[in-house]
């Protein structure tokens, strides 16, 4: 099991639709709203790396409300 946390800007205004839209998928097991220099933290759990990097390339960048993002993982 891999887990991350995904740091997110968003484009203004559009924190928690995008936080609904991510809580809907099954990797995302725990998304906040913040505040400061991101705007939405993530917590994700995937079965291999290849799976995070999949769900990171396929669902999140490929969001236009996502402007930019910064992945840890656990270790």
Request: net charge negative; hydrophobic share 50%.
């Amino acid at each position: 099991m891999v887990t991350a946390f995904i740091l997110m800007v968003t484009a203004a205004g559009k924190e928690r639709e995008v936080m609904e839209k991510l809580l809907a998928m099954p990797e995302v097991k725990e998304a906040y709203v913040v505040y400061g220099e991101y705007d939405l933290i993530v917590k994700v759990e995937t079965d291999t790396l290849k799976d995070l990097d999949q769900f990171i390339t396929e669902k999140i960048r490929r969001m236009p409300e996502i402007q930019m993002t910064s992945t840890m993982i656990a270790i």
